[in-house]
């Protein structure tokens, strides 16, 4: 069995079938090459885990070596919005391939993304009937709060991560999705990392493993 979309694939060090699994989704205009940076430094700590980093499902329109979870050029949010709900349900039959594949349950799955890949993650883990252990979010932000306060369905911990100098995602975006999912019930860590832009910082990595360490 193959997966719906292309990925590099880091198998556990253990060498056994994997107890758990992490998800990364990169960024817009990025791939699962890039992001497989962070889940070649995690394995390390993580012998028994699957990394899975897929690229996203569509050419990037500004950059054609690179992918894109959904357009964002000369959009309405109401386009944003119908376009994420593309992205959104190829991300969940990624993970539901991922769970057939290697005999998972999605308690057994995390997710991670980072700017695009963190706002696609934070709407379908909420979306989802079936409720993923965690979810970790760099530089991202809620697409869309109307639609989602409407169609919660799982809480999974969240743990979001953000640059106090990003100008790619504002920061007042960790702000309003703290703000959003805190209303709403969730249990959610947050962290603003001081002169940083739109990047994940060592810290950040650091962070994110321990979070992972502690729910997987």
Known sequence: MSYSLNSIIINPISKSSPKNAVILCH??????KDISIIANYWKNFLSDTLFLCPDAPEVCNINPSGYQWFDLTAQTEDEILSKSLIAEKKLNQYIDDIKKKHNLKTEQIALVGFSQGCMISIQTALKRKDELKCLIGYSG????SNHLSKNILS???IYLMHGEDDQ???INHILESKDFLLTNGFNITTKIFKNCEHRIPTEGL?????FL???L
């Open 213 to 215: 360490k502690k729910n």
């Open 168 to 170: 790619v995602v504002p």
């Open 206 to 210: 650091s962070i994110g493993l321990e």
């Open 141 to 144: 932000k809620i697409i869309n």
């Open 155 to 157: 809480k999974p911990k």
């Open 27 to 32: 960024g817009y205009g990025g791939d699962g």
